[in-house]
């Protein structure tokens, strides 16, 4: 049974075949931390994909399948109805990575965050959301939320921010339809870790964009 899980993982194409585990989502953060979106030359591109495999001990083998990858998360169009914003139109000047923040927090609990979504509920947010938080674990907080956001961009008027995922889903396209895609974020309390990084870049923009209001400066939010 091993050696058919063994083969199996061998007929695998492409980027689904990837190591998986924490050493490969943190060369996949990495790697798109240092790669400038806009640049036209494949070989630089391949060039900074061999450095971070060789950093982080990945075969050179995987090279191909890398760049691949990295050229179809460039072009894609974030938003369907614009095809021209794409990542490769975000230049460095435009985006900030690894945006470290902090805030102060009021007294927090579970309860009391369940009850801010049960009163100002979301049309994206899960229908269970409030409940699903209520089954959060930690003790009641006060004191600073630190963390840090994968990135920060401006397209045009509007600031968006990213956090890269490289979860494994499954071997082919069609297991990362929106439904699936839809499940995780639920499962993983990643709309609780956006709303989070939203409070942090609200905060940062109030203090660095002149006449800044939410509403018409803050973009959204993509999990790619």
Same mark, same amino acid.
């Given at each position: 049974?091993?050696?058919?899980?063994?083969?199996?993982?061998?007929?695998?194409?492409?980027?689904?075949? @990837?190591?998986?585990?924490?050493?490969?989502?943190?060369?996949?953060?990495?790697? @798109?931390?240092?790669?400038? @979106?806009?640049?036209?030359?494949?070989?630089?591109?391949?060039?900074?994909?061999?450095?971070? $495999?060789?950093?982080?001990?990945?075969?050179?083998?995987?090279?191909?399948?890398?760049?691949?990858?990295?050229?179809?998360?460039?072009?894609?169009?974030?938003?369907?109805?614009?095809?021209?914003?794409?990542?490769?139109?975000?230049?460095?000047?435009?985006?900030?990575?690894? $945006?470290?923040?902090?805030?102060? $927090?009021?007294?927090?609990?579970?309860?009391?965050?369940?009850?801010?979504?049960?009163?100002?509920?979301?049309?994206?947010?899960?229908?269970?959301?409030?409940?699903?938080?209520?089954?959060?674990? @930690?003790?009641?907080?006060?004191?600073?939320?630190?963390?840090?956001?994968?990135?920060?961009?401006?397209?045009?008027?509007?600031?968006?921010?990213?956090?890269?995922?490289?979860?494994?889903?499954?071997?082919?396209?069609?297991?990362?339809?929106?439904?699936?895609?839809?499940?995780?974020?639920?499962?993983?309390?990643?709309?609780?870790?956006?709303?989070?990084?939203?409070?942090?870049?609200?905060?940062?923009?109030?203090?660095?964009?002149?006449?800044?209001?939410?509403?018409?400066?803050?973009?959204?939010?993509?999990?790619?």
């Amino acid at each position: 049974e091993m050696h058919s899980e063994i083969i199996a993982e061998k007929e695998l194409g492409g980027i689904f075949a @990837f190591p998986r585990g924490a050493r490969a989502g943190s060369f996949m953060h990495n790697l @798109f931390e240092h790669l400038d @979106f806009t640049e036209k030359d494949p070989a630089i591109i391949n060039n900074l994909v061999a450095e971070k $495999l060789r950093q982080y001990g990945f075969e050179e083998s995987w090279q191909g399948s890398v760049f691949d990858m990295v050229l179809k998360v460039l072009s894609v169009p974030l938003k369907p109805a614009q095809k021209e914003f794409t990542l490769s139109a975000i230049s460095k000047k435009d985006r900030i990575s690894e $945006l470290e923040f902090y805030f102060p $927090l009021q007294t927090l609990s579970p309860e009391k965050l369940k009850n801010v979504f049960l009163t100002y509920g979301d049309k994206n947010l899960p229908r269970n959301f409030p409940e699903q938080i209520e089954n959060l674990r @930690f003790v009641t907080a006060r004191g600073f939320m630190r963390g840090f956001i994968d990135l920060v961009f401006q397209f045009q008027d509007s600031f968006y921010l990213i956090d890269w995922k490289s979860n494994f889903l499954g071997n082919t396209v069609d297991d990362y339809h929106h439904e699936n895609l839809a499940t995780v974020m639920s499962e993983k309390y990643y709309h609780l870790q956006y709303l989070l990084y939203t409070v942090a870049v609200d905060k940062y923009l109030s203090r660095h964009v002149p006449n800044y209001h939410y509403e018409k400066h803050f973009g959204g939010v993509f999990y790619l």
